[in-house]
């Protein structure tokens, strides 16, 4: 079974504080995700990367970076937390072969205050 | 704009018994559908998904109807069980498209009772 795993469950940062939240997949697979899921908003994609160091912005990018030094792992940066910020955070990861399924984390929760 | 709507934002079922869950889509180029299911603090797991060369596609208790005319398509899962409960997300790609194009509807919360 694939394995996709967060550091964190919980996170309370301090708006203006950088927070780093940190996923780790164990399927060698290529694509790696990051999501958002937010009441009445369903999940929008945050950022996603094909390969180690490559990145592409998702549909909300604003206010978040990433980084991929290594194929199993993908960070999400969020660079001054901000209160529009608290969210679920969901890691996925997927496979290359044709419309393989995504595979996600347990998610991290993450309140700005 | 959101291409992927789930319209009913829960709905409440007895065990036994079947439960619908719809989905409706604007955006004609999408080819390929999924359903996730997610219980509380988990994250997302796949259920079943159906390409548009296919109307109906079936696991165990889990089927999905994909009417491309109307784009609309929906779950049914027969008989519903208490397990079930959980919220579930339809979500769209089109074709040739990736995971990084997957569009995800809103969700729907699933009560099963007894």
């Known amino acids: 079974d694939v394995k996709v795993t967060q550091s964190s469950r919980y996170l309370v940062k301090r708006t203006g504080e950088k927070v780093f939240l940190e996923c780790v997949q164990d399927?060698?697979?290529?694509?790696m995700f990051w999501y958002r899921q937010d009441p009445g908003l369903g999940l929008r994609l945050i950022y996603f990367s094909y390969d180690v160091k490559m990145k592409e912005k998702g549909d909300i990018p604003e206010g978040y970076s990433v980084s991929r030094e290594k194929k199993e792992r993908f960070s999400l940066i969020l660079e001054s937390a901000s209160t529009n910020q608290t969210s679920m955070y969901l890691c996925a990861s997927r496979g290359e072969l044709g419309n393989s399924p995504l595979h996600f984390g347990n998610g991290t929760r993450l309140t700005v205050t | 704009d959101q291409q992927v709507k789930q319209n009913s934002p829960s709905l409440s079922v007895q065990e036994g018994r079947i439960s619908i869950l719809n989905c409706d889509y604007t955006?004609?180029?999408?080819?390929?559908f999924l359903w996730y299911k997610k219980y509380p603090a988990e994250g997302p797991t796949f259920l079943i998904s159906i390409s548009s060369i296919k109307d109906k596609n079936e696991d165990g208790r889990f089927t999905v109807f994909l009417n491309k005319s109307a784009k609309h398509l929906s779950l049914h899962i027969v008989p519903s069980q208490p397990g079930d409960s959980a919220v579930y997300f339809c979500?769209?790609?089109?074709?040739?498209?990736?995971?990084?194009?997957?569009?995800f509807g809103t969700g729907t919360r699933l009560q099963v009772t007894l």
């Open positions: 979500a769209a790609t089109p074709k040739g498209g990736t995971a990084s194009k997957l569009t």
């Open positions: 399927m060698d697979h290529e694509n």
């Open positions: 955006n004609s180029m999408f080819d390929y």
